[in-house]
């Protein structure tokens, strides 16, 4: 069974709209699970409900399973690290980390212990009687991941740690907070709207839209096989095309193109119509001359940009405009005819997120 | 340049007006003179040994600092939380709430004077302490909300979420990480709190009576009937009593911070 089970989950702020909206997620024990999502989704009231800190309308929140929703925020015994770090002012970083085994009435030797062994883990133990005002912004974070660590939490809760990091440091912490999450074996919930940042670390990725977990799967899953139109647009998809079902795992488009995708993608429940989408680095981009005809489709190169590793090219085809990553290699020129290659393997059945 | 000299010449109006007074009090407090007169007639502490030895202004010194730190102290503890209450939640009718334990300063003290008379005295009929203590306490109320509650507003509440989830109830909480990340504000909140009731007249003169007087009221009858400048040396004493608690609250929290 798992360790934490969200039962449809619904919080609302006004009473009238609802915030989370019968949210669903299991999260097994040890696992490092990430909420992504735009701002807004939902993800940091999905975190706050299970730290406590808000009341839920509807709903149960079974943590080992014991029914946890009404249990207060200081019964919980979860580690909590903020955006802000929300380190106390007025105490040294000793006394910040010490604040939560004096609260559990620890012997005044075994704190002393205990504090400085997690100080050596977080390399901090020179700064002990500094306060935060004196720290660097890694120091803080360090202090803040140290000060929820220290009372051996059930669960640690991540709530954009690394968003007030510059880009370098963004990048070593990250490798901190894995190493260190593996090392105690501790569940983690980490919130996040960066994408590449939750790929890195997390063992699951649930994406967030609108109150809702749309897709809850591995991260190379997600990254290579989003269900939703949401999903695939929050990680990067750029073209999407209008499919109709035809045999063999055919596909027709609007203009009656044929395309075939892999039968390792389950059809079976997708409707009719269906979208199908495709990254731009997965399209091939060939020389009109080319013989390959599967899966082809025909266009005129409209603009080209540059964006680093490769240009990428902006496609006007039959399908609309299609954006494609093409090497250096080969560089083609605005108006140059071009055809397509859209891989049965790379293109992907998604569900059509409703606009609302 | 002609601008600047009307602008100079105003400055030292403003002074004039301001400073000339405190300084003919000033001057006439070292005054030899039975009667108070300026220019003073020569140099002399008595006025001030007279204040210190004189019964009604000692005894009436005593319940001024008793009634302004009793009512600081109840004020606190009112108003600490309320401000707490108003910058920490979002709820209907927090604006009007806010108006309201505000408004003390703005309706005029004579207005509340007399409301405190007829509702204290005349209708409940609490004693004269009591009564003057329960008017102080409400004067000095909208103080410490308004000093406490802009130093809250400046705290990231989330060192209180924090607290929680490291297993502090929240009255701990309250009392081990809220509290002590204002302590500047209280503190300055006490002592504007302390000077506004210890220099009260018009709701004193109202909830005074026999027996039981400030200060400021027993000062305000003296100079009815006498002349001696035993009064200008008991506004010094004052004076300076007022501008030394200023001054250590300035310099050492900066008042300016918090009555904004």
């Known amino acids: 069974m798992a360790l934490i089970n969200l039962k449809d989950i619904t919080v609302s702020y006004d009473g009238k709209s609802d915030i989370l909206k019968k949210l669903n997620l ?36 079974i943590f080992d399973g014991n029914n946890y929703t ?41 704190l002393r212990k205990a504090v400085e062994a997690i100080l050596e883990v977080v390399d901090l133990k020179a700064f002990s009687k500094r306060y935060p005002k004196e720290l660097s912004g890694g120091q803080r974070q360090r202090v803040a991941l140290a000060r929820a660590l220290v009372i051996k939490p059930d669960l640690l809760l991540l709530d954009e740690p690394l968003s007030n990091l510059d880009a370098k440091l963004r990048l070593k912490m990250r490798v901190e907070i894995k190493k260190l999450q593996q090392k105690l074996g501790i569940t983690t919930l980490f919130v996040t709207h960066d994408q590449e940042e939750c790929f890195s670390i997390s063992d699951k990725v649930a994406v967030m839209n609108k109150g809702v977990v749309e897709q809850y799967d591995s991260p190379e899953t997600i990254y290579s096989h989003p269900k939703t139109e949401f999903v695939a647009r929050f990680i990067g998809f750029e073209n999407f095309i209008t499919l109709k079902k035809a045999e063999n795992g055919r596909f027709l488009t609007d203009d009656g193109i044929s395309l075939h995708i892999s039968e390792d993608q389950n059809f ?80 992907i059945i998604i569900k059509k997120t409703k606009e609302e | 340049m002609k601008g600047n000299k009307l602008f100079v010449f105003f400055v030292i109006l403003v002074y004039v007006f301001l400073c000339g007074p405190l300084l003919i009090i000033i001057t ?49 503890v009112i108003g600490i939380p309320a401000a707490y209450a108003l910058s920490r939640n979002n709820f209907r009718g927090k604006a009007t709430m806010q108006s309201i334990f505000l408004s003390p300063i703005i309706v005029p003290g004579v207005v509340l004077g007399f409301a405190f008379f007829r509702f204290l005295t005349l209708k409940l009929q609490l004693d004269v302490f009591t009564s003057l203590l329960i008017g102080h306490v409400i004067i000095v109320i909208p103080y410490i909300i308004r000093v406490v509650g802009s130093s809250l507003e400046n705290l990231d509440f989330s060192i209180e979420d924090a607290a929680m989830s490291l297993g502090a109830t ?37 909830l005074t009576g026999p027996g039981v007087s400030t200060l400021p009221i027993s000062m305000l009858s003296y100079v009815e009937y006498n002349y001696d400048p035993t009064i200008s040396a008991l506004s010094v004493i004052l004076m300076v009593m007022t501008v030394l608690i200023m001054f250590i609250v300035e310099k050492t929290l900066g008042i300016s911070n918090f009555a904004k």
């Not at chain 1, 807004?40 to 808000?54: D, S």
């Not at chain 2, 504000?185 to 004193?204: T, Y």
Request: proline share 3%; glycine share 6%.
């Open chain 1, 26 to 61: 299991d999260i097994e024990k040890g696992q490092f699970v990430s909420l992504l999502g735009p701002s807004g989704c939902g993800k940091t009231t999905t975190l706050r409900v299970i730290a406590g800190f808000i009341e839920t309308k509807a709903g149960d929140f």
């Open chain 1, 70 to 110: 009404k249990v207060a925020v200081h019964k919980r015994n979860f580690g909590l690290v903020f955006q802000s770090y929300a380190l106390f002012p007025h105490m040294s970083v000793f006394d910040n980390v010490a604040f939560g085994l004096k609260m559990r009435k620890t012997t005044k030797e075994e």
């Open chain 1, 268 to 347: 079976a429940d997708m409707e009719a119509v269906s979208y199908g989408t495709i990254r731009p680095d997965d399209i091939e981009l060939l020389s009109a001359e080319t013989s390959q005809t599967s899966n082809v489709i025909e266009g005129n190169i409209e603009i080209r940009t540059f964006v680093g590793k490769d240009y990428q090219y902006s496609v006007d085809t039959k399908l609309g405009s299609m954006l494609v990553n093409s090497s250096k290699d080969q560089i083609y020129h605005q108006g140059d005819r071009v055809k397509l290659h859209l891989p049965s393997n790379k293109l």
């Open chain 2, 28 to 76: 006439t407090a070292f005054d030899s003179g039975n009667i108070m007169s300026f220019p003073p007639k020569g140099f002399s502490l008595q006025w001030f040994s007279h204040a210190f030895h004189s019964e009604t202004f000692m005894t009436t010194l005593g319940i001024s600092l008793k009634v302004a730190v009793l009512a600081t102290l109840i004020a606190m």
């Open chain 2, 170 to 206: 929240k009255l701990k909480t309250f009392f081990l990480v809220i509290l002590p990340n204002v302590t500047s504000g209280v503190i300055a909140a006490f002592m504007l709190a302390f000077i506004n009731s210890f220099n009260n007249v018009p709701v004193s003169l109202f």
